[in-house]
């Protein structure tokens, strides 16, 4: 079974550009959340979806937006890049809703995100 | 903002050496989830603990954890170079949040 994919890998994008993260989850996952990771802030929820509605959101800017389409897969989008957003973005999936106990939650291999 | 800390920051060992970190959070959890992160890499999944568990194993691992101090630890016993990695402890039941990380060096 394949795991949680992320595309692109790495890029590089301009401030004040705007970047879009893709995100498969694993067969039969409903749920994907995002995070970011960063050296100065460690690992940060931005939010997670479930059966396309946005059900937890982390304490970002209104830049930060996502969405969840009906086969579970899952973008991230940012706005307005500024030099701070550089960092590791982290695609999550679960099987079951959110808050529900006891759900082991995969991440993929993330998206390199470099503003210049 | 984080959950808690974890300690050491950083731990090298020699292979074959055993391996302990500790984590410790802030507020009441339904569960604890570890992972070992590759440098540049994703989030690995090592094993989930209840809240109700005192103790899980699973391979080269041991995990425990004690609700009253609100702290966990994580042994990896016999280390081999490939452990080479962060570890971070992270609680929540689907918004997980996370630890600080233990950086390990095992050296050959």
């Known amino acids: 079974k394949a795991g949680v994919t992320q595309t692109p890998r790495y890029l590089i994008k301009t401030r004040g550009q705007q970047v879009t993260l893709s995100c498969s989850p694993i067969?039969?996952?409903?749920?994907v959340s995002w995070y970011q990771q960063t050296p100065g802030q460690g690992l940060q929820f931005l939010f997670e979806?479930?059966?396309?509605?946005?059900?937890n959101k982390g304490n970002f800017p209104g830049r930060f937006s996502g969405r969840q389409f009906s086969n579970s897969r899952s973008e991230m989008n940012v706005s307005t890049l500024e030099l701070g957003d550089s960092a590791l973005y982290l695609c999550?999936?679960?099987?079951?809703?959110?808050?529900?106990?006891?759900?082991?939650?995969?991440f993929g291999e993330g998206s390199w995100l470099t503003v210049v | 903002s984080q959950q808690g800390e974890e300690d050491p920051q950083a731990l090298s060992i020699q292979e074959g050496e055993n391996a302990t970190m500790n984590c410790s959070y802030k507020?009441?959890?339904?569960?604890l989830q570890w992972y070992r992160q590759n440098s540049g890499r994703g989030l690995v999944h090592l094993i989930l603990?209840?809240?109700?568990?005192r103790e899980k194993h699973s391979g080269r691992l041991r995990v425990t954890l004690d609700t009253s101090k609100k702290s966990s630890s994580l042994l990896i016993t016999a280390s081999r170079a490939a452990d080479t990695a962060s570890y971070f402890c992270?609680?929540?039941?689907?918004?997980?949040?996370f630890g600080t990380g233990t950086r390990l060096q095992v050296t050959l």
């Open positions: 067969s039969g996952h409903r749920s």
């Open positions: 999550a999936s679960s099987f079951k809703p959110p808050g529900t106990e006891e759900d082991t939650i995969y």
């Open positions: 507020t009441s959890i339904n569960n």
């Open positions: 603990i209840r809240s109700n568990e």
């Open positions: 979806y479930f059966s396309e509605t946005q059900r």
């Open positions: 992270a609680s929540g039941r689907s918004k997980l949040t």
